[in-house]
């Protein structure tokens, strides 16, 4: 799982958090309904964002299975902002994180939910 957006593609000044590639390294990708993207599904999402929504700066890393949500860090807020993927500008942020490990604990608990 090591097919991450490459540093020449990622906005300047944007390393990935430790903590998330923690998470990917010990390979907890598939919190259905949310899943952590790489290779060229990632790189596809990127970019889709960056031209539907040119005023923001987003990096995606994880979408969900069941509706257009995609969970990316948020350049501009410093944090973690879900995105309504083909929402109309302005329509297209659903929630916002502080940080990376409050977005998985969401996660993990859309996973519970998702099972029950």
């Known amino acids: 799982m090591s097919n991450l957006i490459s540093t020449v593609d990622l906005p300047r000044d944007f390393t990935y958090p430790p903590e ?35 005023a923001d700066c987003f990096v995606p890393f994880a979408e969900r299975q069941d509706n257009d949500d995609v969970a990316c860090w948020d350049l501009d807020s410093g944090g973690i902002t879900v995105v309504h993927d083909f929402a109309s500008p302005g329509y297209h942020r659903e929630n916002a994180f502080v940080n990376f490990y409050a977005w998985f604990r969401r996660a993990v608990e859309d996973f519970i939910e998702w099972g029950e």
């Open 20 to 54: 998330f590639l923690r998470v990917v390294e010990l390979g907890l990708t598939n919190l259905e309904p949310w899943w952590i993207m790489d290779g060229e599904i990632l790189f596809r999402r990127h970019l889709g964002l960056r031209s539907r929504y040119p």
